[in-house]
């Protein structure tokens, strides 16, 4: 069945820690997205892809970076790790016309 | 600015009871809008998808309009049922291409019960 899987379902870490979510879809979808969700703020968009070795800044990309290394994978890398960036991580995957859009469980990241 | 706002920002209603969840927006363009269902930190399922002017979608007790002149949306839930508790974000998209973008409400958390 296709889907989108997010790794690790949880995550805590100490300030300036470095942190690598992990995202893998397999609906042969060409475009991922990495969003976040905090109270009262709609999903906002981090980074997106679309396809292996493209990378594209997303609304909020500040202090994250990304990488798609295949059609299938695509990370967020936090490097110095704050506690404004605890948050509820979703990674997305859709087709070129956007008439598909499927989303992962999310990983819930606490930054302490 | 905000350009999904959706009302209310969260509703209680008795198991069984109908109830109406609205989305105004000012996205530019409005290609599509979805309706999904989040469950408490789960993901986001899609329930719905409305895409033309005036368009009207059924899926089993949920239903939904679009006015495209308005730029508002109603997702109307009847009979709900315990499950139904979750909150409930309204996405409009840009354009249905490569380069759409999505544009998310902040939702409206529903709450059933008995």
């Known amino acids: 069945e296709a889907a989108v899987t997010q790794s690790p379902r949880n995550k805590v870490t100490v300030t300036g820690g470095n942190v690598t979510l992990s995202c893998r879809q397999t609906?042969?979808?060409?475009?991922m997205y990495w969003y976040r969700q905090d109270t009262g703020h709609g999903l906002r968009l981090i980074h997106y892809s679309y396809g292996a070795g493209n990378l594209q800044i997303g609304d909020v990309p500040d202090g994250y970076k990304a990488t798609r290394t295949t059609q299938e994978d695509f990370f967020l890398l936090l490097e110095l790790a704050s506690p404004s960036q605890t948050s509820l991580y979703f990674c997305?995957?859709?087709?070129?016309?956007?008439?598909?859009?499927?989303f992962g469980s999310g990983t819930r990241l606490l930054v302490i | 600015k905000t350009q999904v706002e959706q009302s209310p920002q969260s509703l209680v209603v008795r198991q069984g009871e109908n109830c109406v969840l609205q989305c105004n927006y000012s996205v530019t363009p409005d290609n599509h809008l979805r309706w999904f269902k989040q469950d408490t930190g789960k993901g986001l399922v899609s329930l719905t998808v409305?895409?033309?002017?005036?368009d009207k979608t059924s899926n089993g007790r949920y239903s939904a309009t679009l006015d495209k002149d308005a730029k508002h949306s109603t997702l109307h839930i009847t009979a709900t049922l315990l499950d139904d508790t979750a909150t409930y974000i309204c996405v409009v998209g840009d354009r249905g291409s490569a380069l759409g973008r999505l544009h998310f409400g902040a939702g409206t958390q529903l709450i059933v019960i008995p």
């Open positions: 409305l895409v033309h002017e005036n």
């Open positions: 997305a995957s859709s087709d070129v016309d956007n008439s598909d859009y499927t």
């Open positions: 609906n042969s979808h060409n475009y």
